[in-house]
């Protein structure tokens, strides 16, 4: 073997590659040396030293599973470190094939938990139409990974039924005037009205674990009264996905399906495709939410959620509904399209991110931010054909409950305004500090986006830099008084 002088290239091969050191008994004397890696076996070059011909041994171990015993039960010893990596489990769910088979969301479940009680792990649904009957629970950990446009997750049809007798607060059942319809292990919505909006209900999301002629058991207490002269109702309304005060969470590569035109309206506060609450860091990749009669993906009071290249599709209400107090949203290459509104800020929803999204054909608003919505950027949009406005800020009353110190850069806003004039971005109530910087804003000949920008009359530092106008019969509709502007 030829010396190598200290920092020399690989004497061993141009496609092997060091990964060490090792220590090398020469003459007597211990030095430090090199090892290299060549086709799963390590060798070891050594220094320079002034020897013509100089003799030495050449390590070798197998390196491919440095946990490996080699012939004979003989340890090799190239790593003798503890084994401190904790290793996942991947199970897969399909209709005919797979470690779980079925086709309902028992045996989706059946998954999540078995991983659960693991710590964690990969549930792989394979392809097919799955039939819900209840809500998938998803556990910390979790990784649900489907199989793209082949893996759907179709909620089945919902009924309604009035209740017959009071619920009150602490019972395990409820007396329903028809109980058809409903399944044991299926999903059930108690809802009464606790006022005139259609997000002033009490509700619970529980399980049918017995069916009595007419009374429905539930898997846990009733918690609020659910009496008759509220309207209140029992329903098969569930979400697809959903999770309390659960972290962690991956989903992937899915269709949920809200089978829209044969189910119950549900607001957006207690349901949607996806639905969770007081959950942190959760990751969507190449998910579609559609057809729910709802919102497609709503998060109440989680932080850290982050979507990409996600779709929401058709829904009735919100397409992504950031909900209140959620920090640090991000969507990076999503299309909400077909909904009522695209994207909904909801109250006190900060430092968020919308970047290189599309929304497009929503029946209202592009994008609404409102109540203490702060500190959020979109970046590099395109808010088209919406039907009243493409950002809209609202109007929340006092200043204190503004959506300020927002950012809008290098959009597109065009073709606002589909069924009556409309307004590219519009700046009600007492909103400060936005800036809208090289962004474009334009009306196709014949479009309806009458208005690029309103201002309203008390908005305030309100920063327009490097935008672009096209068409718009008004660019600027400014409404403030001259010397506050």
């Not at 049809?157 to 019972?171: C, T, Y």
């Not at 659960?246 to 899915?254: A, K, Q, S, T």
């Amino acid at each position: 073997m030829t010396p190598q002088k200290t920092g020399a290239s690989n004497p061993f091969s141009t496609s092997s590659r060091s990964y060490g050191r090792a220590i090398l008994r020469l003459r007597g004397t211990y030095q430090e040396k090199t090892r290299y890696e060549i086709s799963g076996q390590t060798r070891i070059s050594i220094d320079y030293l002034h020897h013509d011909r100089l003799r030495c041994n050449v390590f070798e171990c197998r390196r491919r599973n440095p946990y490996n015993q080699g012939a004979a039960g003989q340890v090799v010893t190239a790593n003798n470190r503890p084994m401190r990596q904790r290793q996942t489990l991947t199970l897969t769910v399909g209709q005919t094939e797979g470690d779980l088979q079925g086709k309902d969301d028992k045996i989706i479940q059946a998954g999540v938990d078995y991983l659960g009680r693991l710590g964690g792990g990969t549930l792989r649904i394979l392809p097919g139409a799955y039939n819900l009957r209840n809500a998938i629970y998803l556990r910390p950990n979790v990784v649900v990974q489907g199989s793209g446009e082949d893996t759907v997750l179709r909620k089945t049809d919902s009924v309604v039924a009035s209740l017959l007798r009071d619920s009150d607060w602490f019972e395990y059942g409820v007396q329903v005037k028809d109980a058809d319809g409903f399944t044991l292990g299926g999903g059930i919505m108690l809802r009464s009205k606790s006022g005139p909006g259609d997000w002033q209900y009490d509700v619970l999301r529980a399980t049918v674990t017995a069916i009595r002629g007419n009374v429905l058991f539930l898997d846990q207490l009733t918690k609020e009264n659910f009496w008759v002269e509220k309207e209140a109702t029992a329903a098969t309304i569930f979400p697809i996905l959903t999770a309390e005060n659960v972290d962690d969470v991956e989903i992937r590569d899915l269709v949920l399906d809200g089978n829209r035109d044969r189910n119950e309206h549900i607001n957006g506060n207690f349901a949607g495709a996806v639905f969770i609450q007081h959950c942190n860091r959760w990751r969507f990749t190449n998910v579609t939410a559609r057809n729910y009669n709802g919102d497609g993906f709503s998060f109440q009071v989680c932080d850290d959620i982050q979507f990409e290249s996600c779709r929401a599709l058709n829904n009735a209400d919100l397409g992504f509904h950031p909900g209140s107090g959620a920090q640090r949203p991000v969507f990076r290459n999503c299309t909400s399209k077909g909904n009522n509104l695209g994207l909904f800020f909801c109250w006190s929803v900060s430092d968020g991110l919308v970047e290189n999204c599309t929304l497009s054909q929503n029946k209202q608003y592009g994008i609404s931010i409102g109540h203490r919505d702060t500190d959020s950027t979109i970046r590099n949009c395109t808010m088209e054909r919406n039907g009243e406005v493409g950002i809209l800020f609202r109007d929340e009353g006092g200043e204190f409950r503004g959506g300020h110190r927002n950012r809008i850069e290098n959009c597109i806003v065009r073709d606002n305004g589909t069924g009556k004039p409309g307004i590219g971005i519009d700046i009600r109530g007492k909103t400060r500090d936005i800036t809208i910087r090289g962004t474009t804003l334009a009306n196709t000949p014949g479009g309806n986006q009458k208005t690029a920008i309103r201002i309203g009359a008390e908005a305030r530092q309100i920063t327009l830099q490097d935008n672009t106008y096209s068409d718009c019969p008004a660019q600027i509709e400014d409404q403030r008084p001259k010397a506050s502007e």
